[in-house]
């Protein structure tokens, strides 16, 4: 019998989705068949056994013909029969029903058709697996087979009713190949049954084994009895160490607190999870395994099931991000830097303790905050509009400086790195880094303000100056006004530095810059252009009058005297003004023009002021053309010297001469020494052209000495800035051993007024070239107003009446007087007086009458070339 089944589908279960194919069900059956041993022997054995013989077969084909004509009559009331029932109609209804007739028709057909042979029995192997597998109960089928048996003998009853003989034999052979199919279908679902225990037990151990934790099985004397493959590679152990006896769970696993709880478990029937085991025996390194304990029962005893999962890498994990965490924990909170996570409404969500500490509030007073109220409200807006682009992801990230405010509301410079994030809800946090600036910002403070000030007074330098001017300049070529630019120099300045030390050189320095600064507005601009020059800008000025006053007041102020070592002293300035745009439209060209204008005010005497004109560009500009002559003059060689012999008063011989500098241009006539002295002396160009004049006169001196003419004095000039340097007594030492001069044959003239401008110093220098046995002598005497007691103190040799003396000399009786007190008070000092500039023989007669020593001038001779003094000496010791 064949039950009608549809392919894949079982009763009263869902549609399994595919069924095995043919191929599979064919050698799924062979299978079958090998496995119940049903070779034609034991077919053979069956059908003795249920006396199917040959005449059964006989007996079914002779009616095989009768029943065939009811087939599909058999099939409808069959059908019928099965559809009545829920659970079989689910199985036999819908769309496959027709085939599944067919079917059904055709084992109809086979039951009577006589050939039972091995095609046969593997069909109803078929028809018996497909049904098991589609968990067909035996009890459906045995029902079944009922109806076929009572339907089959109904049928066969009224056709052969009078045939009793034919009945019976038709009816037992029936009886017997149903029951022969019976048992192959029975058969069939006993193996299937066994074989599914035994698949499902391989499952289980394949399940078991392949799981990725170890189970060991404890029997009630916890024993461990068996063990899954994981667990012996857990545990480090072979997989077939645990023999019929067993091992005791402890010496497998030695954990007493694994065989505590173990114990516990057994006694008590309750689950023990989470008990921790650390495996420390194995090669490579430590596991940590966690344990599910569970009681259950085998074959009527307690066991207990310990599942083991491995969870070393997730404890190496967990430990490794406590480690991170606490790494992180330690990092964030001892950082060199601020760090604060934002949330994406600025309110501070953490922060550590190195943000407490540039802003003076503590963790939980930040965390009251939200960044906005923080930051300096000049950086506020740039702040968020970088915040509003890194939540819009236009950037992922930016750096800038900016300055927070501190909790006692001062401003500290920071630099911030802020970067977007999520946290793990997905909300927006920005995390910045800040870094406390403030000293560095000093630090460029300090350095800018360095690079723009001057570092003795403060005020700006002119880097800064020129600055200002620029600005000045462009602001009153836009409002159409004026700029006032005034150049400052103060008036004897050197003498202080020189006669007082440098240190009170500075202290009036910062006085001065003081006063200047005191005496004008915020916005005008005081600058020193160095050594004891200062710039003043006066911007927006209506106009010159304004600078006047200005010039007016700062003359004033700065003309208060202030003591320095003691002594009172009046500074006094020259102020040149330039004016734009009067005078120049550009910075350079009006600080030339107040620099030319300030060379004015110095020309009239300072404590002056004076504006640029045109005149004065001229001088400056004939000033730098003479200073550049100069510099090739001396290169070229366009100097010389001339002499003008001193002549003894009372036996008319020459004694000596006086050396003057002459130049004289390749391009024009002789220029006069009162012309470019002052200018050499200014540009500080005295000191080569001085170093030549004495070592050519001292070349003379040998020269003549050579030439066999008869010794004389030879005297020269020594300028305020050479005799004043540093060095002169050590040049002097070094040209004297150059040239072979004789030094007690050389005279050096320095003025009266040089002397007085340092008499300290000068009293030393003097010292040390009077110690060499140079002599000495103070030229134009009696116009530098020294007092006569401090003659005392100079190692002098010679007084030289200055010319403008000796000129009205015959015609003024005050001149005649001076005259003759000098001449007195030279000799009551045991000093030797000379008279210059004597051109007539009445100033002569008089110089004689009074007991002047020696005089050079015109009424002897001009100063003349040195062949003509050569000569002049010839014919005296002739
Ligand atoms: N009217 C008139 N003048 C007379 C008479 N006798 C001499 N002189 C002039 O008076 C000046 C005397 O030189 P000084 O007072 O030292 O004045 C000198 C001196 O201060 C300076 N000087 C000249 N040569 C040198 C030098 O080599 N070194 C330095 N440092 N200064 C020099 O230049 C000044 C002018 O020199 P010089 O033009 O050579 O002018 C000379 C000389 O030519 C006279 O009877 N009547």
């Known amino acids: 019998m064949t039950f009608p089944y549809r392919h894949g589908a079982s009763p009263g279960q869902p549609r399994q989705p595919e069924g095995p194919s043919t191929n599979e069900l064919n050698e799924d059956i062979d299978n079958l068949a090998r496995e119940l041993g049903l070779d034609r022997e034991e077919v053979d054995a069956r059908k003795a056994f249920l006396e199917l013989g040959e005449a059964d077969v006989e007996a079914l084909r002779d009616v095989h013909d009768l029943l065939e004509c009811h087939r599909d009559v058999f099939t409808d009331r069959f059908y019928a029969h099965l559809l009545a029932f829920p659970q079989l109609r689910a199985m036999l209804g819908g769309d496959t029903e027709a085939r599944l007739r067919q079917v059904q028709a055709s084992y109809f057909s086979s039951l009577t058709a006589g050939e039972y042979g091995q095609d046969y029995i593997r069909e109803r192997l078929r028809v018996g697996v497909a049904h098991q597998r589609i968990g067909l109960d035996p009890k459906w089928y045995i029902g079944a087979y009922r109806k076929y048996l009572a339907e089959l003998q109904e049928m066969l009853w009224r056709r052969l009713q009078h045939q009793p003989g034919r009945f019976h034999a038709a009816c037992d052979a029936l009886l017997k190949i149903v029951c022969f199919d019976?048992?192959?279908?029975?058969d069939t679902y006993a193996h299937a049954s066994q074989r599914s225990l035994v698949q499902n037990q391989n499952y289980l151990e394949q399940v078991i084994d392949g799981m990725p934790a170890g189970l060991v099985v404890v029997d009630a004397g916890l024993r461990a009895c068996s063990m899954n493959r994981m667990m012996a590679e857990l545990l480090g152990v072979p997989d077939g160490l645990l023999d019929e006896q067993g091992l005791a769970l402890e010496e497998l696993i030695p954990c007493p607190d694994l065989a505590r709880h173990a114990a516990e478990a057994l006694a008590s029937g309750a689950p023990h999870d989470n008990v921790l085991v650390t495996l420390d025996s194995r090669a490579d390194g430590v596991r940590y395994v966690d344990f599910n304990i569970r009681r259950t029962r085998k074959d009527g005893a307690p066991i207990l099931l310990l599942i083991g999962q491995d969870i070393t890498f997730r404890r190496k994990a967990r430990l490794r991000l406590q480690e991170s965490e606490e790494f992180f924990r330690l990092t964030f909170n001892q950082a060199a830097v601020g760090i604060v996570l934002l949330g994406s409404d600025g309110r501070v969500l953490r922060t550590n303790s190195k943000m407490s500490h540039?802003?003076?509030?503590?963790?939980?007073?930040?965390?009251?905050?939200f960044f906005q109220q923080l930051t300096c409200e000049a950086d506020l807006p740039d702040e968020l509009a970088l915040i509003r682009r890194l939540k819009a992801?236009?950037?992922?990230?930016?750096?800038?400086?900016?300055?927070?405010i501190r909790r006692d509301g001062v401003l500290v410079w920071v630099s911030v790195n802020v970067s977007s994030m999520r946290d793990a809800n997905g909300n927006q946090r920005f995390i910045c880094v800040i870094k406390d600036i403030s000293r560095q910002k000093q630090a460029e403070e300090a350095l800018l303000r360095m690079a723009n000030h001057d570092a003795l007074t403060g005020l700006p330098n002119r880097v800064l100056m020129q600055d200002r001017l620029g600005q000045a300049i462009m602001h009153a070529h836009r409002n159409g006004r004026q700029v006032a630019l005034m150049f400052i120099d103060l008036d004897r300045f050197k003498h202080v530095n020189d006669s007082l030390g440098h240190d009170a050189g500075d202290a009036l320095i910062v006085e001065i810059a003081r006063r200047l600064s005191s005496?004008?507005?915020e916005s005008d601009t005081v600058a020193r252009q160095g050594g004891d020059e200062f710039v003043v800008v006066l911007p927006d000025l209506a106009s010159e009058e304004d600078a006047s006053t200005v010039a007016c007041k700062l003359l004033e102020n700065l003309f208060q005297p202030i003591t320095l070592c003691g002594q009172e002293v009046f500074p006094s300035g020259s102020i040149g003004i330039a004016m734009y745009p009067r005078d120049g439209e550009d910075s350079a060209t009006l600080l030339k023009c107040a620099d030319s204008a300030m060379y004015g005010s110095k020309g009239q005497g300072g404590n002056h002021y004076s504006f640029y004109t045109a005149e004065m560009g001229e001088q400056a500009y004939e000033h730098l053309r003479m200073e550049g002559a100069l510099q090739r003059a001396l290169q070229r060689g366009e100097f010389l010297l001339h002499y003008q012999p001193v002549v003894d008063i009372g036996s008319?011989?020459?004694?000596?001469?006086?050396?003057?500098?002459?130049?004289?241009?390749?391009?024009?006539?002789m220029v006069s020494p009162a012309e470019f002295i002052p200018l050499a002396e200014e540009t500080g160009l005295i000191v080569p052209i001085g170093d030549w004049v004495l070592q050519t006169a001292m070349r003379q001196q040998v020269a003549w000495r050579q030439a066999g003419l008869p010794l004389v004095r030879i005297s020269v000039n020594l300028s305020a800035r050479q005799f004043l340097g540093q060095d002169v007594a050590q040049r002097v030492a070094g040209l004297l051993a150059q040239t072979g001069c004789d030094p007690s044959w050389l005279t050096l003239e320095i003025t009266e007024s040089v002397l007085m401008e340092n008499p300290v110093a000068a009293t030393e220098t003097m010292g040390r070239l009077a110690e060499m046995g140079v002599q000495l002598a103070i030229d134009d005497f009696g116009t530098g107003y020294s007092s006569l007691a401090s003659l005392k103190r100079f190692p002098i040799h010679s007084l030289k009446i200055d010319r403008s003396f000796v000129m009205d000399l015959t015609q003024d009786a005050d001149d005649a007087a001076i005259v003759n007190a000098v001449i007195a008070l030279a000799h009551s000092m045991k000093l030797n007086v000379i008279a210059e500039g004597v051109e007539t023989t009445e100033q002569l007669?008089?110089?004689?009458?009074?007991?002047?020593?020696?005089?050079?001038?015109?009424?002897?001779?001009?100063?003349?070339?040195?062949?003509?003094?050569?000569?002049?000496l010839r014919r005296e010791s002739a």
């Open 182 to 186: 019976m048992g192959l279908a029975l």
């Open 358 to 369: 540039i802003l003076g509030y503590s963790e939980i007073e930040l965390l009251q905050r």
């Open 393 to 404: 992801g236009e950037i992922s990230d930016y750096q800038r400086e900016k300055r927070l």
């Open 519 to 521: 005496s004008l507005r």
């Open 652 to 669: 008319g011989r020459v004694t000596g001469v006086e050396a003057l500098l002459r130049w004289q241009p390749q391009d024009r006539g």
């Open 845 to 872: 007669a008089f110089l004689q009458e009074h007991g002047c020593d020696q005089m050079q001038g015109y009424c002897f001779s001009r100063p003349v070339a040195p062949e003509r003094i050569e000569a002049m």
